[in-house]
C-alpha cells in the first residue's frame, strides 16, 4: 500500500502508543461526523423552524439503525482480513478485496430500494406527530439513496483499518463532512430547500467520502489493489463476512432498535420534547463514538494477535483499549455536562427546547462511560472470533430491557426522566452479560 511504512504495526512494538495512533483517528472521523451531524441540526433549528428540526430529529434513531447496520457488516470485512495478515495469508487478501467492495455495491443498492418502501412504516411505527411526518418521510427517503456510497466507504474503510492505516479513512471523512457543511448553508439558507436540502447534502457529501475510499485502494500497488474489471463474488469469503459481520451488526443495531422505541416515547411528548431529545443526542453520539473508536481498535488488534497466537498481547490490548475508553470519554462528558445549558444553546434559542435537552443529558450523557465495560470486551470477543454472544447479549440487555421498560415503569409514571434512566440501567445489566459470557468463553476456549 502507499505509504505502507507509516502503517501501523499491531504484532509489534508498543501497544499503548500504537492503539493511541490506531484509535485517534477513528474516533475523530466519528466525532468530526457527528460535528458536521450537529452543524445540520442547528442550520435546521436556526434556519427552518422547529418543526423541521424535529423532523430531522426524529430520524435520529433511524439513521443511526442504518449506520450501525452498516458499520456491523463492515466489521466482517476488517476481522477477515486482519485475520490473513496474522496468519501470513497474504495470497487471499485481493479476493477479499475485490469479494468486499462488491458485496457492499449489492447490500448497497438493496438497501436503497427497499428504503423507498419502509420509510413511511418505520415513521409511523415510532409515533411520528402528523405535523412533521411528511418532511420526515422526505427526508429519511432521500436519505436512503446515499445508502451503496455509505456501504462503500464503510466496506473500504474497513480494509483499510485491517492492516493499520486509520488516518486515510479519517481524512476521507472529514473531508466529505466539510463539504456537507457548505452544501447544507447552500441548499437550505440560499436556495431555501429546507428539510430536503439538509438530505440531499448528506446523500453527496456520502458519495464523496466513498470516492475517495475507492480512490486509495484503486490507485494501491499491492495485494490491496481494487480492480474495476474484476466484480467479483467469492462465496466462501461472502459467507465468512456475513458470517462475522451479521451479529456485529446486529449487535449495534439493536441499541437504535430499542432506541426507536424510545423516540416513539419521546415523539408523544411534542415536537419541543423531540427537539431537545435531539440536541441531546449531538453530545452523546461523540462521546459514544470515542468508546466504540477503542472497540473497534480491540477487534482489529486482537484479530491480528489472536490469529498470531500472541494471547499475552491480546490481553494487554484489552486492558489498555477499556482503560483509554473509560479516561477519554469522561475527558469529552465532563465540560458538556458541567456546562449544558451553554452547549445547548448552540443549537436552539428557545428555552423550552434547552431545558428539555439538558435533562436529557443529566439522566444519560452523565454516566455514558459505562459503556465501554461492554463495548470493549464486546469488541474483544468479535476479534477472537466470539461475535455470536455479544450480540445476544446486547439484545437482552439493550433492547429488551428498554422495551420492557417502556411498557411497564414508563408507562405507569410516563415522564421523560422516568424514559430517560432505562439507559444507565441497560447499559449496567448488558455489561454484566457481556462479562459473565466474556468469562465462560475464555474458560472454555481461551481465546484471550
Partial sequence: MHCKEKNIDMLNGSLSRNIILFTLPIALSSMFQQLFNAADTAIAGFFTNPSSLAAVGTNGEIIALIISLSSGLSVGVNVLIAHQIGLKKTDSIASTVQTSLSLAVIIGFLGLFVGQFISV???SLIKTPSDILDTSVLYLKIYFCGYPFLM???????ILRAYGDSRYPFIALTISGIVNVFLNIIFVVLFKMGVAGIAVATVLSTMLSAVLIIYRLKTDTSVFHLSFHKFEIDPK???TILKIGIPSAIQ?????????FVQASVNSFGAYAIAGSTIAMNFEYFAYY????FGQTATTFISQNHAAGQTDRCRKILWICMVFSVISSMVIIGPLV????FFAGFFSADPKVIQLACLRIMCILLLEPLCSLYEIPAGALRGAGHSLYPAVATIIGTCCFRIIWI?????Q?????????AFPISWFLTTLLIAIGFIVIRQKKKPL
Fill in 121 to 123: 412504516p418505520l415513521l
Fill in 152 to 158: 462503500l466507504y464503510n466496506f473500504g474503510a474497513a
Fill in 237 to 239: 469469503i461472502a459467507m
Fill in 252 to 260: 449495534g443495531a439493536v441499541f437504535c432498535f430499542a432506541n426507536i
Fill in 290 to 293: 470515542i468508546i466504540t473508536a
Fill in 338 to 341: 458541567i456546562f449544558r445549558t
Fill in 407 to 411: 411498557c411497564t415503569m414508563f408507562k
Fill in 413 to 421: 409514571y410516563n415522564s421523560l426522566k422516568i424514559l430517560y434512566i
